[in-house]
Antibody
Framework: QVQLVESGGGVVQPGGSLRLSCAAS????????MHWVRQAPGKGLEWLTV????????YYADSVKGRFTISRDISKNTLYLQMNSLRTDDTGVYYC?????????????WGQGTTLTVSS | QSVLTQPPSVSGAPGQRVTISCTGS?????????VHWYQQLPGTAPKLLIY???KRPSGVPDRFSGSKSGTSASLAITGLQAEDEADYYC???????????FGGGTKLTVL
């Protein structure tokens, strides 16, 4: 079945780095744009970044621009989020999601989320 | 403070109809970009409920419908059921931000 599984979350000190992974299965990974969305504890959804099908186009929210990098490995059917210069307000659940079609046409498949805690 | 404004909460009795508004601006909804809606049940990942303003993905009951006018969009839920109790989010592309934005979310309580 169509599935996204995130991994890589954990506890990191402020200023630290971490890489999240999102393993895709059950669909042709390289024909869909992919997003990362996060949710701080008790808060709403925040869009972070998107990567195009071939990885040539990437867009970022201002809150993570210059600190986070999205990438994908087609051979491994895996999406990544490299997070540097982490801050306490980066704490939350991180979801990867598939764009239904194109880049901005809704997210129709979501992972279960992986939790990042940034704390000293 | 989100670029898309939603009411923090709405409520209704079983069987009733409720609507959730999503107010944007001339840099997102107002220029015609599609609005999408998500349902997030407690402790779970979001689920796409409406895409392209009015379309329902396969499996979503027709009790859920979307509409858009000017700089605002709305999600309507008819025949309210206890299982509809969840958080609902709207989403749209924003040209000024050159990225996607979510509304702040609306908590639906079924009385």
């Amino acid at each position: 079945q169509v599935q996204l599984v995130e991994s890589g979350g954990g506890v990191v000190q402020p200023g630290g780095s971490l890489r999240l992974s999102c393993a895709a299965s059950g669909f042709t990974f390289n024909i869909f744009s992919m997003h990362w969305v996060r949710q701080a504890p008790g808060k709403g959804l925040e869009w972070l970044t998107v990567i195009s099908r071939d990885g040539s186009n990437k867009y970022y929210a201002d809150s993570v621009k210059g600190r986070f990098t999205i990438s994908r490995d087609i051979s491994k059917n895996t999406l990544y989020l490299q997070m540097n210069s982490l801050r306490t307000d980066d704490t939350g659940v991180y979801y990867c999601a598939r764009a239904k079609s194109g880049t901005w046409n809704g997210m129709d498949v979501w992972g279960q989320g992986t939790t990042l805690t940034v704390s000293s | 403070q989100s670029v898309l404004t939603q009411p923090p909460s709405v409520s209704g009795a079983p069987g009733q109809r409720v609507t959730i508004s999503c107010t944007g601006s001339s840099s997102n909804i107002g220029v015609g970009y599609d609005v999408h809606w998500y349902q997030q049940l407690p402790g779970t990942a979001p689920k796409l409920l409406i895409y392209g303003d009015t379309k329902r993905p396969s499996g979503v009951p027709d009790r859920f419908s979307g509409s858009k006018s000017g700089t605002s969009a709305s999600l309507a839920i008819t025949g309210l059921q206890a299982e509809d109790e969840a958080d609902y989010y709207c989403q749209c592309f924003d040209t000024s931000l050159r990225g996607s934005v979510f509304g702040g979310g609306t908590k639906l309580t079924v009385l």
